[in-house]
């Protein structure tokens, strides 16, 4: 409706950068690609664009690597060129938020190279967290979260060896990341989502998880002080005109210390992950979506949904399995990729039915599967390195987009991909997809420019009706139903409705199972 926030309610894109169009011919994605593509993106019609991390960077983690938070790396393009894609975004009516890495650098920062040289002892390294002995903390990309180096000391990374943590205590860390987003709201970005938000900050002294530690309670999450940051990370932010906001990657399983991040005067908006990790199941489903708005309403804050992103398996391909869970194992986890695709539909209209805003990850529109017979010499994921092949790693979800063509590369660029395409995907390109009215992409056109123009949709509330077992059926006002039906069996439409959308066809006038409908109310 009018008047409300843009991002209490936005249908935000995540753009994949080395992943979504390739304009230099090297095989990766760039800011050229992008920059061509930006008609398809306001054609799909959604709000915002989330560009993961576009920094120079050796890409030992794909980008989540930083060097330098104030330059585009050379693969990606030149800092003219993202000024230029800011401005040709924000003609196209298109947000821009980008991606802010506070939790780690690079190991080729110059601050973590000024550590090395400093040497035990040095003011460098308290910017870091060294130590003379490691904990027992984990890596959470496998193996430990200390590397020794050669004089001796050790240093913590939560991720990648690549990626040391900062030591967030250090006001020389504080005073330089709220000059880096300056940097960026100066250059006209419209907000950021935040890596890691919740573990900035470590328990004083880096203690031992020891046996057993509570999941709540780990001593490098959700500790209280990181909220500090937060709030004068929104007093910078609410400095600059328009309306520009934050979004958290926050992955607090417990509803009241996630919603303490969603307070007025910290984070706009944070991904909502319990729903994304939820198994395509009626009445799991229908629990998350009460506890998070049980957990939003009061902190004010607009709901997020989410399927899919750069870190977890697609959801056509989640979907599609009895076990839906959504990291990457092994080899042979078969999916059903055809029941996957009916839930993946139905799952977009519910998510876009939902109070609050959405998230895309690319390819979704497309309908695209997790790529499980990636080479292995072929990924790049550090996750697949640190734990000897033992897990796929996230390679599977960022393929290169199927643009248009026969065969790979299918327009992503002129020649090779940096990761193999399945030439299945012929049918599930771009150009393929637009000329077929009961496609993936058509179905995400249609629901998209419904829920621009309907004001019942995004930023609100919502009620439950009564329904049978295993169907989600709730009501938008003014006048709005979905309709979910997870159950085996075909089920009535409530009375007095009109289609306005359905993921797949009636069957003699009934909703057939894992199909979603929205309704128009009052109408017979
Ligand atoms: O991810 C944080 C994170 O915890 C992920 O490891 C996530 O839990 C996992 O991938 C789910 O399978 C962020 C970025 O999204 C990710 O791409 C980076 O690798 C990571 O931070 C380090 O910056």
Redesign the pocket.
């Known amino acids: 409706g009018g008047g409300v926030s843009w991002w209490r309610g936005a249908a935000i894109y995540q753009v994949y950068l080395r992943s979504f169009a390739d304009g230099s011919g090297d095989g990766v994605g760039d800011l050229a690609g992008l920059r061509a593509r930006l008609p398809y993106l306001r054609e799909l019609g959604v709000d915002a664009l989330w560009l993961s991390p576009w920094y120079v960077s050796p890409m030992a983690?794909?980008g989540?690597d930083v060097a330098d938070y104030r330059d585009i790396d050379p693969l990606f393009g030149t800092l003219a060129e993202a000024d230029a894609l800011i401005s040709e975004a924000h003609d196209h009516r298109l947000r821009v938020i980008v991606d802010i890495?506070p939790n780690?650098t690079s190991d080729r920062h110059p601050w973590f190279r000024a550590a090395l040289a400093g040497g035990p002892g040095s003011p460098e390294r308290e910017r870091y967290h060294f130590r003379d002995a490691p904990n027992d903390w984990p890596s959470?990309f496998g193996g430990p979260a200390w590397t020794r180096v050669p004089d001796g000391e050790w240093y913590l990374h939560l991720?990648d060896s690549s990626?040391p943590d900062l030591n967030w205590e250090h006001p020389d860390v504080r005073a330089e990341f709220e000059s880096i987003l300056r940097f960026w709201l100066d250059r006209g970005v419209d907000g950021f989502r935040i890596?890691?938000a919740d573990r900035l900050v470590k328990a004083d002294g880096l203690p031992d998880l020891g046996p057993g530690p509570d999941p709540m309670d780990l001593p490098h999450a959700d500790r209280p002080e990181v909220h500090e940051i937060y709030r004068s990370w929104r007093k910078l932010l609410d400095s600059y005109p328009g309306e520009r906001m934050f979004v958290g990657?926050i992955?607090v399983s417990d509803p009241a210390r996630f919603a303490l991040y969603l307070r007025p005067d910290e984070l706009h908006t944070a991904f909502n992950f319990p729903f994304l990790r939820s198994p395509w199941e009626a009445d799991r489903l229908r629990a998350v979506i009460d506890s998070t708005l049980a957990s939003h309403g009061p902190a004010g804050a607009p709901p997020t949904w989410v399927l899919s992103n750069?870190?977890?398996t697609r959801h056509v391909t989640r979907y599609g399995r009895s076990d839906t869970g959504?990291?990457q194992r092994t080899r042979d986890e078969p999916a059903d990729l055809a029941l996957g695709t009916r839930r993946g539909r139905a799952a977009a209209l519910l998510t876009m039915a939902l109070p609050g805003g959405v998230y895309l990850y690319q390819g979704d529109e497309l309908g695209l599967w997790e790529v499980l017979d990636i080479p292995a010499e072929l990924r790049q994921d550090p996750v697949t390195r640190r734990t000897n092949g033992a897990e796929l790693g996230?390679d599977g979800c960022r393929v290169p987009i199927p643009w248009e063509g026969a065969d790979p590369p299918f327009g992503f660029g002129p020649g090779r991909t940096w990761l193999p395409q399945p030439p299945e995907w012929r049918a599930l390109t771009v150009a393929a997809q637009e000329r077929d009215p009961d496609s993936m992409l058509s179905l995400y056109r249609t629901a998209l420019r419904i829920r621009g123009d309907e004001p019942a949709l995004g930023d609100g509330t919502m009620t439950w009706l009564p329904a049978g077992p295993d169907v989600l059926a709730f009501t938008r006002d003014p006048g709005f139903a979905c309709v979910v039906n997870l159950s085996r069996a075909p089920i009535e439409l409530p009375p007095h409705t009109r289609v306005l959308l359905l993921s797949g066809d009636l069957a003699h006038g009934l909703l057939p199972p894992d199909t979603a409908a929205w309704l128009q109310q009052g109408e017979p």
Do not use: K, S
């Open positions: 983690d794909a989540y890495v780690h959470r991720f990626q890596d890691v990657e992955w750069h870190d977890v959504y990291t996230r």
